[in-house]
């Protein structure tokens, strides 16, 4: 038997057309066809003319890049160069070339134009186009001479990738970020990008060594603490940051980590180190830090690991909020409350509940000097209230140097002072009081003008007996001594007692 023949197909040739026709409009990308032979003819020219530098000669005459444009002729566009740039057919976007290359695209083309001058066969630029309803178009362009037209770059194959999109994603990415840096940077507090991921291997290090409590871990092993802040890495810091802590840049800062993070800070890193350990990894509490100048630094800080990085422990924010000046002004108004702002000895509240403590706690005997200033109604009538308040700053200041901790010196009334001893007996109270008096003399030595003189009373109070009774005996001996003082020294007749001139 015979086989029977095939009929004859369509020839090698008509084959390879026909697949490059269907190819070529129905790619996915815009395709041109074009003739760069008359853009191949002007360069030649110009270095017949001497041109070596093509990128001067450009630059010389912006000119010559429109002329270098204008050597360019589309033979053929595919389906989707005409679905990208919004236009019916190809003479409508041939007629329109104008609008689809223009503003931006300049620089882009002077990047080609050197590609092909240097003898490149293949040129990929990115560049930027626009549909001819003005939409503006991000493309990759991918120039290729056709094999066998090397010679002549009669036959161009143009292939545009609409970048658009991602361009666009790329463009919103980076102005996030950029958003995002700047909110950093310029943020009015202190933050701190930081990673902790070795901190987190140490725990994890500690916890499968079968440790349960972590807190007497840390009490037996207190050189674990130094160790996890050695093994933090800072990874960046905002300008606020440098400000804050007085460091002219970065590195320095980062250089003198061990000047800002220390003595207070030690505890406050175990109380942090212990909250992780219970799984806390968003915390505040407010910390003592140190400026590059030593000047301490009282800070609210926020503490958390970012919730992608809880595996890992590698990026934490910290944020710090310098409460320096808050702080001195709570201390300011806690001395207030128990301190006589004149004499800046300790004042009537804080005395009556050192009173009560010691008459539950102790410890006995307790020594009181009651106090008394004498001629201070006498100095406020002659020279005026002013000379008063001197005298009794500087009484302020003989107790304060003459009465040594656990003793407290108080202002209880307007010249009235009290001095607490508690674990006083009688001979100390005296060694004490002796104290005082020379102290006075020292400071009646060193301010001339009026004498100041202090009227005392002592009692001692066992254990057993009663604060209050001691106080009253202390109060009626200073009364008996200022009853001698004024023996002594009898106060001028006031001006008014005098007898009037005839």
Known sequence: MTPSRLPPGPTPHHTADADFETIFELAPVSLWLEDFSALRALFERWRTEGVTDLAAHLAADP?????????LRVLRVNQRTLTLFRAPDQMTLCERLGEVFRDDMRDNVVRELLALWHGASLVENQTVNYALDGQRLDVLVRIRILPGHEHTWDRVLVSLEDMTARVRAESNLSASERYARDLFERSPVSLWVEDFSAVKTLLDEVRASGIDDFTVFLKVHPEFIDRCLQEIRVIDVNRQTLTLFGASDKATLLARLHEIFRDEMRESFAEQLRDLWAGHYTQEREVVNYSLK??????????????????????????????????????YLEYLGKHDVLTRLRNRAFFNEELARLARKGPFPVAVLAIDVNGLKLANDELGHGAGDALLRRAGEVLTKAVDPPGVAARIGGDEFVVLLPGCDEAAAHDVQAQIQQVLELNNQFYPGRTLSLSMGLAVC????????????????????KVRFYEQHPPARRRSDAPCRP
């Open 63 to 71: 000119e010559r890049i429109a002329a270098c444009m204008r050597c």
């Open 294 to 331: 030593g000047d301490p630094l009282h800070l609210h800080m926020q503490f958390a690991i970012l919730e992608d990085r809880l595996q890992r422990w590698d990026l934490v924010l910290v944020s710090l909020v310098d409460i320096t000046a808050r702080k001195k002004a709570e201390a």
């Open 462 to 481: 066992p254990a057993g007996g009663s604060l209050e009774a001691a106080l009253q005996a202390a109060d009626r001996a200073m009364y008996g001594d």
